[in-house]
């Protein structure tokens, strides 16, 4: 990289890692790795999210995350992990009508009792 383009990626950086070239070019590959690895970790943790969110909302109707997924394969419903989590948020009669399906579908979504929480 040439020293007017590693000046232009360190705008920003603190200390001489903005203007001494040396320190400038080796803290601007770092950032560039960081940015490659979180771009992917960023997917990783957007699905994690949106499954925390799906089983947040199938545990309110008594039913677990594994489950209520698989009830929706089984009735070749496909709606992506995305879709499922806005749905869970926005729509929650809609959501209860997925879970309904699912638990028809699968036999092991009508066998759990939610425990009362202590308050």
């Known amino acids: 990289m040439n020293k007017k383009k590693v000046f232009e990626l360190a705008k920003g950086f603190r200390g001489r890692a903005k203007n001494c070239i040396r320190i400038a070019r080796e803290?601007?590959?770092?950032?560039?790795?960081?940015?490659y690895r979180d771009r992917?970790?960023?997917?990783?943790d957007m699905r994690s999210l949106w499954i925390q969110r799906i089983n947040a909302g199938t545990r309110l109707h008594s039913v677990n995350?594994?489950?209520?997924?698989?009830?929706?394969?089984?009735?070749?419903?496909?709606?992506?992990?995305?879709?499922?989590?806005?749905?869970?948020?926005?729509?929650?009669?809609?959501?209860?009508?997925?879970?309904?399906?699912?638990?028809?579908?699968?036999?092991?979504?009508?066998?759990?009792?939610?425990?009362?929480?202590?308050?």
């Not at 489950?67 to 809609?94: A, C």
């Not at 209860?96 to 009362?116: E, H, M, T, W, Y």
């Open 40 to 44: 992917r970790n960023k997917k990783r």
């Open 65 to 119: 995350y594994g489950n209520f997924m698989h009830g929706l394969m089984k009735e070749n419903i496909q709606l992506n992990r995305k879709v499922l989590s806005e749905i869970t948020m926005h729509e929650p009669l809609s959501f209860k009508a997925l879970v309904d399906i699912s638990r028809d579908a699968f036999p092991g979504n009508k066998n759990i009792v939610q425990v009362p929480k202590k308050v």
């Open 27 to 35: 803290r601007v590959e770092k950032a560039l790795q960081y940015s």
